[in-house]
Nanobody
Framework: VQLVESGGGLVQAGGSLRLSCVAS????????MGWFRQTPGKEREFVAG????????YYADSVKGRFTVSRDKAENTVYLEMNSLKPDDTALYYC?????????????????WGQGTQVTVSS
């Protein structure tokens, strides 16, 4: 399984970005996806999760109402739409996949990871 993120960049506070995660090597069916972020010296932090088959979504309190996770089944792609970005959202963002239908907030419960895409929000 290979996960490839894209869409990161530099944006001003209040702006928006959409991250993409394309999977290859297997179908998403029966899997759950997670978006995480990490800054230097800190642990990887859960951002959002998606049950691929159910469409169930779950968000960290820090992004609820601002971020939206979705998927395109035909394209084997998961998205993270990020609005009203804040400087605190600056991080390396990763997508991950686990072989169960329910997403988890725990990084260790994911089987596959992408390489990450950098998001920088300037004040």
């Amino acid at each position: 399984v290979q996960l490839v993120e894209s869409g990161g960049g530099l944006v001003q506070a209040g702006g928006s970005l959409r991250l993409s995660c394309v999977a290859s090597g297997r179908a998403f069916s029966g899997s759950a996806m997670g978006w995480f972020r990490q800054t230097p010296g800190k642990e990887r932090e859960f951002v959002a999760g998606l049950g691929w088959s159910t469409g169930y979504t779950y968000y960290a309190d820090s992004v609820k109402g601002r971020f939206t996770v979705s998927r395109d089944k035909a394209e084997n792609t998961v998205y993270l739409e990020m609005n009203s970005l804040k400087p605190d959202d600056t991080a390396l963002y990763y997508c991950a996949m686990r072989s169960t239908v329910v997403p988890s907030t725990t990084p260790g419960e994911y089987d596959y990871w992408g390489q990450g895409t950098q998001v920088t929000v300037s004040s």
